[in-house]
């Protein structure tokens, strides 16, 4: 867990430039490395998953990026040019193999001297590094704030008069290289990773971002995983074509969630229009986790053309309702029980604005369940989501 610094922003940015919406349209999709090999991750890993995503058809379902998270990283030489370590020989040839197969590339890096694993940060290196990924082909950036939290707190105990010279050097930092990024020509598609530290959802655009973490990492518990997803309540007015609120990255198939969490989990990102990247091995995948990670109808939601993030409908209790609007007048609705016990979970349909009754359809049971009025009620097991499509 990262070490977070509360801070407030007031900036307010209403709609993102036209380059961010042709680089994400929709929420990104793909896979990084970190949430399985964390430190450990190797040239042929990034490789094996490259392939895995083509020959279990998660490419085809639109899982594209193929991301290099931290300790990549080796030295600077004496002009300062950034060196992989000897687990990565060539970057360039890596990225040349991963668009081989059709995918896209990315990689991490830090606006602090230092990433979270204690390698080799951007800081003062900026616009050099911008054109060192945009020379591999680099597609995808995630720059992660780690330490550069300890430039902020000096800030901030050098202007206590100035609430908000922590934040305004932050906002600074990511336009360094977010302006870095645009001067290479390359359409490089930029990743915030600062944990919701002064509400990224504001200014996120401002520094040429396209998506930007809400929260703290995600783990692969069932209790950190909704305790994540459903603090997104009242974001969604933040998100859309090119700008998306990215709630971390998703744990299915990592083993310690059960079929029904891990439904849960997906269900739950997917009506909050999130980035969806894999963090398992691929290589080792049950079918229920390909089911669950490729469900058709769970990333039709996700990637609707209509941009919409959902939200929270009502609470009650362990029980909630979250809806997300649609194209062509549906609305993806989740039925969620945290409870640890089955419950019935109900929603109205007028509420919803289908006051003369709708057709449903249930995505995980891939049923259509017919005509419906009024108040529709399913009972669900502990820790269990109906995920719903409804339509008139």
Same mark, same amino acid.
């Given at each position: 867990?990262? &070490?977070?610094?509360?801070?407030?922003?007031?900036?307010?940015?209403?709609?993102?430039?036209?380059?961010?919406?042709?680089?994400?349209?929709?929420?990104?999709?793909?896979?990084?490395?970190?949430?399985?090999?964390?430190?450990? @991750? &190797?040239?042929?890993?990034?490789?094996?998953?490259?392939?895995?995503?083509?020959?279990?058809?998660? $490419?085809?379902?639109?899982?594209?990026?193929?991301?290099?998270?931290?300790?990549?990283?080796?030295?600077?030489?004496?002009?300062?040019?950034?060196?992989?370590? =000897?687990?990565?020989?060539?970057?360039?040839?890596?990225?040349?193999?991963?668009?081989?197969?059709?995918?896209?590339?990315?990689?991490?890096?830090?606006?602090?001297?230092?990433?979270?694993?204690?390698?080799?940060?951007?800081?003062?290196?900026?616009?050099?590094?911008?054109?060192?990924?945009?020379?591999?082909?680099?597609?995808?950036?995630?720059?992660?704030?780690?330490?550069?939290?300890?430039?902020?707190?000096? =800030? +901030?105990?050098?202007?206590?008069?100035?609430?908000?010279?922590?934040?305004?050097?932050?906002?600074?930092?990511?336009?360094?290289?977010?302006?870095?990024?645009?001067?290479?020509?390359?359409?490089?598609?930029?990743?915030?990773? #600062?944990?919701? @530290?002064?509400?990224?959802? +504001?200014?996120?655009?401002? @520094?040429?971002?396209?998506?930007? $973490?809400?929260?703290?990492?995600?783990?692969?518990?069932?209790?950190?995983?909704?305790?994540?997803?459903?603090? #997104?309540?009242?974001?969604?007015?933040?998100?859309?074509?090119?700008?998306?609120? %990215?709630?971390?990255?998703? =744990?299915?198939?990592?083993?310690?969630?059960?079929?029904?969490?891990?439904?849960?989990?997906?269900?739950?990102?997917?009506?909050?229009?999130?980035?969806?990247?894999?963090?398992?091995?691929?290589?080792?995948?049950?079918?229920?986790?390909?089911?669950?990670?490729?469900?058709?109808?769970?990333?039709?939601?996700?990637? %609707?053309?209509?941009?919409? #993030?959902?939200? $929270?409908?009502?609470?009650?209790?362990?029980?909630?309702? /979250? &809806?997300?609007?649609?194209?062509?007048?549906?609305?993806?609705?989740?039925?969620?029980?945290?409870? /640890?016990?089955?419950?019935?979970?109900?929603?109205?349909?007028?509420?919803?604005?289908?006051?003369?009754?709708?057709?449903?359809?249930?995505? /995980?049971? #891939?049923?259509?369940?017919?005509?419906?009025?009024?108040?529709?009620?399913? &009972?669900?097991?502990?820790?269990?989501?109906?995920?719903?499509?409804?339509?008139?």
């Amino acid at each position: 867990m990262r &070490t977070i610094v509360a801070l407030t922003c007031s900036i307010l940015i209403s709609a993102a430039p036209a380059v961010s919406q042709k680089l994400a349209a929709n929420p990104p999709m793909g896979w990084n490395s970190w949430n399985h090999f964390a430190e450990h @991750v &190797t040239d042929e890993d990034v490789r094996s998953a490259a392939d895995m995503l083509v020959s279990t058809g998660m $490419r085809d379902a639109g899982y594209i990026y193929v991301n290099v998270d931290d300790t990549w990283q080796g030295q600077r030489d004496a002009q300062g040019v950034l060196h992989p370590n =000897e687990r990565f020989a060539d970057m360039k040839a890596l990225g040349d193999y991963i668009h081989s197969k059709g995918l896209k590339f990315g990689i991490y890096s830090s606006p602090g001297a230092k990433t979270c694993g204690g390698y080799a940060g951007s800081l003062g290196h900026e616009a050099q590094d911008a054109k060192m990924y945009a020379e591999w082909g680099v597609d995808f950036l995630k720059y992660d704030l780690c330490s550069f939290q300890s430039n902020m707190n000096k =800030e +901030k105990a050098d202007h206590p008069d100035d609430p908000n010279a922590a934040r305004n050097l932050m906002i600074a930092a990511y336009k360094k290289m977010g302006d870095a990024l645009k001067a290479t020509g390359r359409p490089i598609l930029y990743s915030l990773c #600062q944990y919701g @530290v002064d509400q990224p959802w +504001k200014w996120g655009p401002s @520094v040429g971002a396209q998506m930007w $973490r809400t929260t703290d990492d995600i783990d692969d518990s069932y209790g950190r995983m909704v305790t994540i997803g459903f603090s #997104q309540a009242g974001l969604s007015k933040y998100a859309g074509p090119g700008h998306w609120n %990215d709630p971390d990255m998703l =744990e299915v198939g990592n083993g310690k969630m059960s079929e029904d969490e891990y439904k849960t989990h997906m269900s739950l990102w997917v009506l909050l229009a999130a980035p969806l990247l894999a963090g398992n091995d691929l290589s080792k995948m049950s079918d229920i986790d390909k089911s669950i990670l490729m469900s058709k109808e769970a990333i039709a939601i996700d990637q %609707d053309p209509l941009g919409k #993030q959902g939200d $929270r409908l009502y609470q009650s209790g362990d029980l909630d309702v /979250w &809806t997300k609007p649609l194209s062509n007048g549906r609305v993806a609705v989740g039925l969620f029980n945290r409870s /640890w016990d089955n419950r019935d979970v109900s929603v109205d349909l007028a509420d919803i604005g289908f006051k003369s009754g709708a057709n449903l359809r249930d995505i /995980w049971k #891939q049923k259509d369940l017919g005509l419906h009025t009024g108040v529709f009620t399913d &009972t669900l097991p502990k820790h269990g989501v109906t995920l719903l499509i409804v339509s008139k």
